[in-house]
């Protein structure tokens, strides 16, 4: 791998946590040393690989048939194919991941466009790794072939800046403010062609290790919130790291440099995840004020995240910085009674079948109206394992699953199933009834319309359906309801 002028030496895990770097900051390192080599990003049940050439993606595979090239560019309109044509190239083609040249051989791309489309392919999907905040990453280098197919060229450098000024870093924190930070790389070269010039002088400035306070006087002439900004950017696409400053004599914090085990990190994210106070602090219940805050000022001192920036276990680092914020709320808690006893209620609200459905509901709402439709329905079908047989679960789940061509005859058969059971809720027959219409069995439509009309004809979807204006401007902001309005949606 041949290495850009660097400050510092670069570090890349062969495997961890996304929560620790997040794949823009990964795509950034690995465009810095022009990587030759395989990514393999998972997040839950969904793994996409990534090839690498010289730093460039050259190809993008995934588990998910949603995500091969025929299905997306079918999908997204890329493609121009009848439904019983696609059908049968799907059935010829197989569960072959890499159909570029397929695609070239049935003539429904052209040679000199069949890179453009793969390009658009993988950048589409890395968009959406890009918002991913959990999940695991192992790197495999080496030249890989992939069997005479069309290649993409993506450099992987240049999409990691684009998508580090999109929106903040996984685990990063709300403010750089206590942030110390080091350049990766000299911005010289390939680099500097692809920053802004607030970009460029902040880099310039972090050939030493310095503090936000510090970056600020360095740069007086930058605001604040633009100096925040394009921190968080550069910091997200790689290019900015951070680094711990050397401890200062008597200013050492006594205990400071006490060995850390495995077992205590992963024994205070476990209490930090179940918002377990007393085991998060290691104090017994009951434990008076004083010695909450013994224990609080301990485990600041012992497991800040300062200390796992780098070394021996720089992995949980994302993790541990996330769960910080669980300490101080186990001050508040456990050293005054009525946090104490709010707490105690708030777990109980948690334990509550039908506010948990509702946590969950507005998750993947806000997943699908980003654009990340396969996390939301990834939302949707965790919920249900601990929510079992929620109504509205279901509904959302089926009206995802009809905004995709290849999944709308299992969306119709849950969404008709969901009728069955629940024929007293007309929003349910208007979602099969858009379902249908989507799946192009018109007739089924109608009569799914006429029922819900007869059974609710002020339900908001039933108005939708019907072309009331004010019904559908209110349905188009709903992300799972929308890509089925069809034309109505621009009546």
């Given at each position: 791998m041949e290495t850009l002028a660097t400050l510092r030496k670069l570090t890349i895990p062969p495997r961890g946590r996304l929560s620790?770097?997040?794949?823009?900051?990964?795509?950034?390192?690995?465009?810095?040393v022009r990587a030759t080599g395989v990514l393999d990003?998972?997040?839950?049940?969904?793994?996409?690989?990534?090839?690498?050439?010289?730093?460039?993606?050259?190809?993008?595979?995934s588990n998910a048939l949603d995500d091969r090239l025929l299905e997306w560019a079918a999908g997204s309109g890329r493609l121009d194919v009848e439904e019983a044509r696609l059908d049968e190239l799907k059935v010829r083609l197989g569960e072959a991941p890499l159909s570029g040249r397929a695609l070239v051989d049935e003539g429904l791309v052209d040679e000199a466009?069949?890179?453009?489309?793969?390009?658009?392919?993988a950048r589409w999907h890395i968009r959406e790794m890009s918002g991913w905040k959990e999940g695991e990453f192992e790197i495999s280098p080496g030249s890989v072939s992939v069997n005479g197919e069309p290649t993409a060229s993506v450099p992987a450098l240049e999409l990691a800046v684009v998508l580090g000024r999109e929106s903040p870093p996984p685990g990063a924190p709300r403010s750089i403010a206590p942030l110390t930070v080091v350049a990766v790389a000299e911005s010289d070269g390939e680099i500097e062609a692809l920053l802004t010039g607030e970009?460029?002088?902040?880099?310039?400035?972090?050939?030493?290790?310095?503090?936000?306070?510090?970056?600020?006087?360095?740069?007086?002439?930058?605001?604040?919130?633009?100096?925040?900004?394009?921190?968080?950017?550069?910091?997200?696409?790689?290019?900015?790291?951070?680094?711990?400053r050397p401890a200062l004599g008597d200013a050492t914090i006594a205990g400071y440099e006490t060995e850390v085990t495995r077992d205590e990190i992963e024994a205070f994210l476990a209490a930090a995840e179940a918002a377990d106070f007393e085991n998060l602090l290691r104090?017994?219940?009951?434990?008076?004020?004083?010695?909450?805050?013994?224990?609080?000022?301990?485990?600041?001192?012992?497991?800040?995240?300062?200390?796992?920036?780098?070394?021996?276990?720089?992995?949980?680092h994302g993790e541990i910085e996330s769960a910080f914020r669980t300490v101080h709320e186990a001050l508040e808690v456990l050293s005054d009674p009525a946090h104490r006893r709010a707490a105690i209620?708030?777990?109980?609200?948690?334990s509550d079948p039908e506010l948990l459905a509702r946590g969950y509901l507005a998750q993947a709402r806000k997943a699908a109206t980003e654009g990340h439709r396969a996390d939301a329905l990834m939302l949707l079908e965790s919920a249900l394992q601990q929510v079992p047989g929620h109504?509205?679960?279901?509904?959302?789940?089926?009206?995802?699953?009809?905004?995709?061509?290849?999944?709308?005859?299992?969306a119709c058969a849950l969404l008709n199933q969901l009728a069955v059971n629940h024929p007293d809720r007309a929003d349910i027959l208007a979602a099969s009834s858009l379902a249908l219409a989507a799946a192009q069995r018109d007739d089924e439509s109608e009569t799914m319309r006429?029922?819900?009309?007869?059974?609710?004809?002020?339900?908001?979807?039933?108005?939708?359906?019907?072309?009331?204006?004010?019904?559908?401007?209110?349905?188009?902001?709903?992300?799972?309801?929308?890509?089925?309005?069809?034309?109505?949606a621009a009546g």
């Amino acid at each position: 791998m041949e290495t850009l002028a660097t400050l510092r030496k670069l570090t890349i895990p062969p495997r961890g946590r996304l929560s620790q770097h997040g794949v823009v900051g990964l795509l950034g390192l690995l465009g810095l040393v022009r990587a030759t080599g395989v990514l393999d990003v998972s997040w839950r049940r969904l793994r996409r690989r990534l090839v690498l050439s010289g730093g460039e993606v050259v190809a993008l595979v995934s588990n998910a048939l949603d995500d091969r090239l025929l299905e997306w560019a079918a999908g997204s309109g890329r493609l121009d194919v009848e439904e019983a044509r696609l059908d049968e190239l799907k059935v010829r083609l197989g569960e072959a991941p890499l159909s570029g040249r397929a695609l070239v051989d049935e003539g429904l791309v052209d040679e000199a466009d069949v890179s453009s489309l793969l390009a658009d392919h993988a950048r589409w999907h890395i968009r959406e790794m890009s918002g991913w905040k959990e999940g695991e990453f192992e790197i495999s280098p080496g030249s890989v072939s992939v069997n005479g197919e069309p290649t993409a060229s993506v450099p992987a450098l240049e999409l990691a800046v684009v998508l580090g000024r999109e929106s903040p870093p996984p685990g990063a924190p709300r403010s750089i403010a206590p942030l110390t930070v080091v350049a990766v790389a000299e911005s010289d070269g390939e680099i500097e062609a692809l920053l802004t010039g607030e970009e460029r002088e902040v880099l310039d400035a972090c050939r030493k290790p310095l503090r936000r306070d510090e970056l600020a006087a360095t740069l007086p002439d930058m605001a604040a919130d633009d100096l925040n900004r394009v921190v968080t950017s550069l910091w997200r696409a790689g290019l900015l790291a951070g680094a711990v400053r050397p401890a200062l004599g008597d200013a050492t914090i006594a205990g400071y440099e006490t060995e850390v085990t495995r077992d205590e990190i992963e024994a205070f994210l476990a209490a930090a995840e179940a918002a377990d106070f007393e085991n998060l602090l290691r104090v017994p219940v009951g434990a008076d004020p004083a010695e909450v805050r013994r224990a609080y000022y301990r485990t600041v001192r012992r497991l800040h995240p300062d200390r796992f920036l780098h070394g021996r276990y720089s992995e949980f680092h994302g993790e541990i910085e996330s769960a910080f914020r669980t300490v101080h709320e186990a001050l508040e808690v456990l050293s005054d009674p009525a946090h104490r006893r709010a707490a105690i209620r708030s777990t109980a609200r948690r334990s509550d079948p039908e506010l948990l459905a509702r946590g969950y509901l507005a998750q993947a709402r806000k997943a699908a109206t980003e654009g990340h439709r396969a996390d939301a329905l990834m939302l949707l079908e965790s919920a249900l394992q601990q929510v079992p047989g929620h109504v509205d679960l279901q509904l959302s789940r089926g009206l995802l699953l009809a905004g995709n061509p290849m999944r709308r005859d299992d969306a119709c058969a849950l969404l008709n199933q969901l009728a069955v059971n629940h024929p007293d809720r007309a929003d349910i027959l208007a979602a099969s009834s858009l379902a249908l219409a989507a799946a192009q069995r018109d007739d089924e439509s109608e009569t799914m319309r006429r029922r819900a009309w007869v059974l609710d004809p002020d339900d908001p979807t039933v108005r939708a359906l019907e072309g009331d204006k004010k019904a559908l401007k209110n349905a188009r902001k709903n992300p799972f309801i929308a890509p089925l309005l069809g034309r109505r949606a621009a009546g």
